[in-house]
């Protein structure tokens, strides 16, 4: 499958939040502020980037020559971790700025599913390592896309007369519903 | 005994993970697009859930703070595998239906927020009744979204046709954003529900403190 | 100290889960690889009924450089051949979609099965739902209406193939995977010269082996080619 195809594919066709229902929680959780969703946005993508980088070889050079491949969620998971706690350290110590950036999501980005989801796809669709990348930079790109688009809604909806039953978060997820109409309109991009 | 029930109890409707405490969504909206897959999926987090919760509780008082959360992976990974593997093996067509989903379960934030909350610092049997009423409550939320979703976007129920022949099915709750939408009432049917049992139990104390005057 | 004495227990952690895995693993391992095989076997048996042996063939490969042909099988019924089998893979809209296209010896396609898809559910998976029919009269399923389809035809969606109600993409991309094998096959066949062995009484009383026909050639009207030898029995008094 051509790059360009991967890039538009993860990242609008087959959106993950919206159309594949991943990382909900942080989606949910972090809207409420435009500022918070894009940093959140940029810790995943560079969370994300790096993490394929590190996964994928681990599998396809030790997991698999070894026929250790069973181990694969007990390794990707630990090894998505240990890169966060890395990341972190890293970054408060050599680069403050862009720690003051998205610093203090990195713990919250452990257990982020989309990380996780698109560590153990790029295996599964048999992605060679060049595709991984552009994958991963798709999908958290579109995770950065979906983000931004509620927090702006949910700006909107702050002065809009919600219905009784719909207030709180059901009204967020209607939105959400909405948008994922929008995006199917993506699908006419791929010949 | 009544500790324990009532332990069991918060997790269906009252702290419902799904519902209220909203986490562990992302496994969940995405499998419901038919009952088998939500049960299959139910057990599935429910089977982890239960393993993880009674390990770290037996372990608790080995656990050092300072790498507690490397080994609750470590020990929450161990089980998703098991489960990944055991479906692999016995049940390969629910295993491909769910996809990337089950490996998803390691990092589902219900298990991951309950042993840290709970199983760490509980014993046995309270963190058994803990598991079992939040895989419950979680199991109940996926089966009743699936069985809307696939009866109406499908006409089937488990994949056995129940609607009639003319029925023309209703192709948008299938896709995504009808998971969405038919999500969005059952958090609200949810919230109505907490209201009504809040309701009953502030009327039952107001009743016995009148009968106690 | 104390920081190595908390990498130990890590390690000790670790070792244990790994082992426990290693063990469910060994448990699993013959099962989840046996599945796999049984579900080829099983899905070779629905396209042809009546095969015992699937021997695999080692020289047709895709002339798509996006559609890879994983598996041939010649299909055959003690030692007569019934046709191809072929697990061919190609894109589909949710990545790659993996088909087992079944194709026999009077050039039209078998049966078709699905090995593996990953598209939209309740759009594009519709291929591999049973109960989704893309005739609702006479309750033909996506890929039920390619049975008994000759490759001569284009095999183009809103053509000669009825696609799924929103899944363009999919059913295009199926279409495509099920042509490129069938003309390969074909191609194949025609190379090897499989043909279904049918006996013919030619005018002069001699029988030979005549090819079936195809779509295109057909028989010419009239001709004793075609007309399979019957066997007349004995008359009364013979037995």
Known sequence: MDLGKILLLSMLVNNIVVMRFIALCSYIGMTSDLGQSMGMGYAVTFVTVLATAATWPIYHY????????????????????????????????????????MGIYLPLITTNCAICA????????????????VYAIGVSLGYLLAMILLAGIRDRMKTSPVPKFLQGTPILFMATSLIGIAFMGFAGLIK | MKKLYSIFKQGIIFDNPLLMLMIGLCSAIAVTTNVSNGIGMGLAMTFVLLFSEIIISLFRKLIPSMIRIPIFIIVIAAFTTIVDLVMKAYFPDLSKSMGVFIPLIVVNC???????????????????????????????????????????????????????????????????????????????????????????????????????? | MKKTKLGVILMLYASIACASLAIVYAFTKDSIERQSEIQLQTSLKEIFPQASTFELVEDLTSPEPNIKFEAVYEVKSDAVPLGLAIKASG?????????????????????????????????????????????????????????????????????????????????????????????????????????????????????????????????????SEGKSKEKIPPQAGGK
């Open chain 1, 62 to 101: 030790i997991l698999l020559p070894l026929d250790l491949a069973f181990l694969q969620i007990l390794v990707f998971i630990l090894v998505i971790a240990s890169l966060v706690q890395l990341v972190e350290f890293y970054l408060k110590k050599n680069i403050p700025g862009l720690y003051a950036a």
């Open chain 1, 118 to 133: 698109v560590t153990f796809e790029n295996i599964t669709n048999n992605y060679n390592f060049i595709q991984s990348i």
């Open chain 3, 91 to 223: 894109p589909s809209y949710g990545g790659n979609a993996t088909l087992l296209v079944g194709i026999d010896l009077h050039r039209s396609i078998a049966g078709v099965r699905i090995v593996a898809l990953n598209d939209t559910p309740g759009l594009g998976m519709n291929a591999s739902n049973p109960t989704y029919y893309v005739d609702k009269v006479k309750k033909v399923t996506f890929l039920g209406q390619f049975e008994g389809k000759f490759l001569t035809d284009p095999f183009e969606v809103k053509k000669d193939v009825e696609a799924i109600t929103a899944a363009t993409i999919t059913s295009k991309s199926l279409a495509k995977i099920i042509k490129t094998a069938g003309d390969a096959a074909i191609a194949y066949m025609d190379q090897k010269v499989m043909m279904a062995s049918m006996e013919v009484e030619k005018p002069n009383g001699e029988t030979s082996i005549v090819a079936p026909p195809t779509a295109s050639t057909g028989f010419p009207i009239g001709s």
């Open chain 2, 110 to 213: 219900i298990i991951m927020g309950r042993v840290e909350a709970f199983a760490s610092k509980q014993d046995l049997l309270s963190v058994i009744a803990d598991a079992l009423g939040m895989g419950l409550g979680y199991t109940w939320v996926l089966v009743g979204l699936a069985a809307i979703r696939e009866l109406l976007g499908n006409g089937t129920f488990a994949g056995i046709q129940v609607m009639p022949a003319s029925y023309e099915p209703i192709l948008f709750f299938i896709l995504p954003p009808g998971g969405f939408f038919v999500f969005s009432l059952f958090i609200s049917l949810n919230i109505w529900l907490k209201k009504k049992m809040e309701a009953a139990a502030r009327r039952k104390e107001l009743v016995s403190k009148k009968e106690a005057a």
